[in-house]
Nanobody, 123 residues
Framework: QVQLVESGGGLVQAGGSLTLSCAAS????????MGWFRQAPGKERDIVAA????????YYADSVKGRFTISRDNAKNTVYLQMNSLKPEDTAVYYC????????????????WGQGTQVTVSS
């Protein structure tokens, strides 16, 4: 079993930046792809970004391409989400998640999520 703890959320003005972190424990972190999801009030949880086990391949939802960057540090068992040029529509609870395998090809195969961190972007 893996435990995931997100941090770094907060309140930011539109156009600003935030960096989220997700610390993992309880499993060999470096063996698995990781992802970030978000859920806005009244909406489903959607994937935002994913990264493979080596950090050599990434995926981004169209809504965040060019603004968000996912990265990982396997030595620190941590995955990051750098968010730039934030918009009010980015407001959501952000969750990190661990994938079933080293590769994120099947985006439906994330198997465990953290508790989430709130990101609020004011206009």
């Amino acid at each position: 079993q893996v435990q995931l703890v997100e941090s770094g959320g907060g309140l930011v003005q539109a156009g600003g930046s935030l960096t989220l972190s997700c610390a993992a424990s309880g499993r060999t972190f470096s063996n698995y792809a990781m992802g970030w999801f978000r859920q806005a009030p009244g909406k489903e949880r959607d994937i935002v970004a994913a990264i493979n086990w080596l950090g050599s391949s990434t995926y981004y939802a169209d809504s965040v391409k060019g603004r968000f960057t996912i990265s990982r540090d396997n030595a620190k068992n941590t995955v990051y989400l750098q968010m730039n040029s934030l918009k009010p529509e980015d407001t959501a609870v952000y969750y990190c998640a661990v994938h079933r395998s080293r590769y994120y090809a099947n985006l439906g195969d994330f198997i465990s999520w953290g508790q989430g961190t709130q990101v609020t972007v004011s206009s």
